[in-house]
């Protein structure tokens, strides 16, 4: 358990086994100790990308095969029209503040 405390915290750290036979922890931690013992670095990362999000379009597959081509999704049991989605797309790139835009296609 020691080797998986800070230094600082292993003098309130105590270990002793109850009358039942039972092994207990016990952690007395000061002010100093339980505000440093809260900081995890990975909760810390976590907390500042919620306190700072980033958002992001991601636009997969719009290309031309699928909208009017060979692989059209008017070939396909619904019945839809690829094209319709492009305009969708254009408002939300004007309209939106994204901080990425990534757009992918099959080769």
């Given at each position: 358990l020691?080797?998986r405390?800070?230094?600082?915290?292993?003098?309130?750290?105590?270990v002793?086994?109850?009358?039942?036979?039972?092994?207990w922890?016990?952690?007395?931690?000061?002010?100093?100790?339980a505000?440093?013992?809260?900081?995890?670095?990975?909760?810390?990362?976590?907390?500042?990308?919620?306190?700072?999000p980033?958002?992001a379009?991601v636009?997969?597959?719009?290309?031309?095969?699928l909208i009017?081509?060979?692989?059209?999704l008017?070939?396909c049991?619904?019945?839809?029209?690829?094209?319709?989605?492009v305009?969708?797309?254009?408002?939300?790139r004007?309209?939106?503040?994204?901080d990425?835009?990534a757009?992918?296609?099959?080769?």
């Amino acid at each position: 358990l020691h080797r998986r405390l800070p230094e600082h915290l292993h003098a309130g750290l105590k270990v002793g086994v109850n009358q039942a036979g039972n092994t207990w922890v016990s952690l007395e931690l000061d002010k100093r100790a339980a505000a440093t013992a809260t900081l995890d670095p990975l909760w810390s990362k976590r907390d500042a990308a919620m306190r700072c999000p980033k958002t992001a379009l991601v636009v997969v597959n719009v290309q031309n095969d699928l909208i009017d081509g060979a692989l059209a999704l008017r070939y396909c049991p619904l019945g839809e029209e690829g094209y319709e989605v492009v305009p969708v797309i254009n408002q939300l790139r004007k309209s939106v503040p994204f901080d990425v835009v990534a757009i992918a296609k099959d080769w």
